[in-house]
């Protein structure tokens, strides 16, 4: 099998398609939430504190001399970005709450449930799995 035969089969595989996806909406997703920040949240909340925009907030470290431009610390687009963050991480929290209850209307167990019910070296450890390795290392091998 030829190289772009071994790389064809490994990008088409289905997880390494999924990610792929993930990614890209991920990106997207991304923009979405920066231009609602900037664009939406961020002019109402500056207008609510007095008609300041975030992104002018600075403080100039050193003044321009000459032709050297002065040193600025930009921390309004700092926050900024600090309020992306936010909202990302709401969503993506909102998101996952969603799946859980879906998972959970339809009796599905999360890893966290099955902990709770079997104890934590129940949910992750499978006999099978440890049969497998002893088979792969030798009768000798502990787990513990």
């Known amino acids: 099998m030829s190289f772009l035969q071994?790389?064809?089969?490994f990008a088409m595989r289905g997880n390494v398609v999924d990610l792929a996806v993930g990614i890209i909406i991920g990106a997207a997703f991304g923009k979405i939430v920066s231009s609602l920040v900037a664009n939406v949240i961020m002019p109402q909340l500056g207008l609510l504190i007095g008609g300041i925009d975030f992104k002018q907030f600075s403080w100039v470290l050193k003044p321009a001399q000459?032709?050297?431009p002065a040193v600025v610390m930009k921390y309004g687009i700092f926050l900024q970005n600090i309020f992306d963050f936010i909202i990302v991480a709401f969503a993506v929290f909102?998101?996952?709450k969603l799946i859980n209850?879906?998972?959970s209307q339809r009796g599905?167990?999360?890893r966290r449930a099955v902990q709770t019910e079997c104890g934590r070296d129940a949910a992750y450890?499978?006999?099978?799995?440890?049969?497998?390795?002893?088979q792969r290392?030798?009768?000798g091998y502990n787990d513990d």
């Open 6 to 9: 071994k790389f064809r089969k």
């Open 66 to 68: 000459g032709d050297t």
């Open 94 to 96: 909102c998101i996952i």
């Open 101 to 103: 209850r879906n998972a």
């Open 108 to 110: 599905g167990k999360t």
């Open 125 to 134: 450890r499978d006999p099978r799995s440890l049969e497998t390795t002893k």
């Open 137 to 139: 290392h030798g009768a």
